[in-house]
């Protein structure tokens, strides 16, 4: 069983900057392909980011690209961060980390396809 948990969610003024942290238990994490998504009162949740198993592949939304960077420590860190920079309104929401088992540099966009997920933490950017 794996368990994930996010932190580092908080309260930021518009072009402000957090780090989302994920901190994975199990040996296997480094195996994982791992993402972060978020989800807005009333939205579906939506894919943010994501980072391969060897940390050589990444991928963005396009309205993150160029403003969060993904990046994953493993061994004995199993953590995974989503820098955010220059932050707006839009981008209040509860974010989530998610793990899907194998090793894969394919990025998988929908959350149907990850096997574990946090518990979430909020992010709300004021204007």
């Known amino acids: 069983q794996v368990q994930l948990v996010e932190s580092g969610g908080g309260l930021v003024q518009a072009g402000g900057s957090l780090r989302l942290s994920c901190a994975a238990s199990?040996?296997?994490?480094?195996?994982?392909?791992m993402s972060w998504f978020r989800q807005a009162p009333g939205k579906e949740r939506e894919f943010v980011a994501g980072i391969s198993w060897s940390g050589l592949s990444t991928s963005y939304a396009d309205p993150v690209k160029g403003r969060f960077t993904i990046s994953r420590r493993d061994n004995a860190k199993n953590t995974m961060y989503l820098q955010m920079n220059n932050l707006n309104a839009e981008d209040t929401a509860v974010y989530y980390c998610?793990?899907?088992?194998?090793?894969?540099?394919?990025?998988?966009?929908?959350?149907?396809?990850?096997?574990?997920w946090g518990q979430g933490t909020q992010v709300t950017v004021s204007s």
């Open positions: 199990g040996r296997a994490f480094s195996s994982y392909f």
């Open positions: 998610a793990a899907r088992r194998g090793y894969s540099e394919s990025t998988y966009y929908s959350s149907y396809d990850y096997d574990y």
